[in-house]
């Protein structure tokens, strides 16, 4: 099989700019990987092509590129499927990443923030009394399953908005130790990762569930830290007091106030309350403001007492 495959080469202390450097190759093989691929440029075509790989069974999380405009690893995707989608192969590096050279990028902000949530159990100090259930990898839900290889951080939309944001990959790898009922420091954790560039900095996009080759659901595992927080009472942050003022009002209209909803959110902040005094005039002008009072809506009782239920098995 005849392949057509564009790398992007760049080596920053000479290039200007990246390029994409096309190479025509013969596979052998419809079992060979885009990793595969690569060798064979650098073993008979371009010895000077960078990239990083290890264990090339998808294991070490060495050799994640973006590759056909998405995140994969280069030794778990097979050249002739990747042909017969799109008809050649495109690499590039990961975004959101500074690139040493060619495909090979710089891990070390990577590394730094998952050092920064602290990535290890810091036990109770009475260990004897903690019994751990059987089930408790069931409880992590597939987060210890992360190789780290970076995916979803390259993947992440926040974190192109947002360079401080902690990620996905260290907020997953920060749940694990959320979820163990061995640690000690639970509450702090949520208090640290509630603040600047925490969990609620992710807007939800999905992607990093989308690329993880491990089907680690990061996104997820940061739904969980949020509910974590909101059971605790962590709820200085805009987006705590979105999620409770959203339910109360829900809870007592039956739908959402639109126009009580921003209010209710920075009530009783005066500082916070005039912030958003000149988004409303402009609204009010352009006849945009909804209607302050509504009626509950039919069937309200019922909706309270789902509620009530929630509240109660909690």
């Known amino acids: 099989m005849r392949a057509t495959v564009q790398v992007q080469k760049f080596n920053p202390e000479t290039d200007a700019a990246p390029r994409l450097r096309e190479y025509q190759l013969d596979v052998a093989w419809r079992g060979n990987t885009v990793l595969d691929a690569l060798f064979q440029i650098k073993h008979e075509l371009d010895g000077s092509l960078t990239f990083r790989a290890s264990c090339r069974s998808a294991i070490c999380g060495s050799c994640p590129m973006v590759i056909n405009g998405r995140e994969r690893l280069a030794c778990q995707t097979l050249v002739a499927d990747e042909i017969d989608r799109c008809g050649r192969i495109e690499v590039r590096p990961l975004r959101q990443m500074r690139v040493i050279k060619d495909l090979a990028v710089e891990l070390d902000p990577f590394w730094g923030k998952v050092r920064a949530i602290t990535p290890y159990l810091t036990p109770k100090p009475n260990r004897d009394a903690v019994a751990l259930p059987q089930d408790v990898e069931g409880g992590f839900h597939n987060v210890d399953a992360c190789i780290m290889c970076g995916a979803c951080v390259s993947a992440c939309s926040s974190l192109e908005v947002s360079p401080g944001f902690l990620g996905p990959a260290a907020l997953a790898k920060a749940y694990r130790f959320v979820a163990d009922p061995r640690e000690g420091r ?7 990762l509630g603040g600047e560039h925490g969990i609620w900095d992710c807007v939800r996009c999905n992607f990093c569930v ?39 009002i829900v809870r007592r209209e039956g739908r ?31 006849g945009k403001v909804p209607a302050w009072f509504h009626r509950p809506i039919p069937g309200i009782r019922e909706i309270r007492r789902l509620f009530d239920a929630r509240e109660t098995s909690k």
Request: aromatic share 4%.
């Open 186 to 192: 639970t509450r702090d954790r949520l208090e640290s």
């Open 256 to 286: 959402l106030n639109e126009a009580r909803m921003p209010v209710a959110m920075v009530w009783p902040n005066l500082r916070r309350m005039l912030a958003i005094v000149p988004l409303g005039i402009r609204m009010f002008l352009k």
């Open 210 to 248: 989308e690329v993880c080759p491990k089907d680690v659901k990061p996104m997820e595992a940061i739904i969980r830290l949020r509910r974590e927080a909101l059971r605790e009472g962590l709820t200085d942050h805009p987006g705590a007091r979105h999620i409770t003022t959203f339910m109360a």
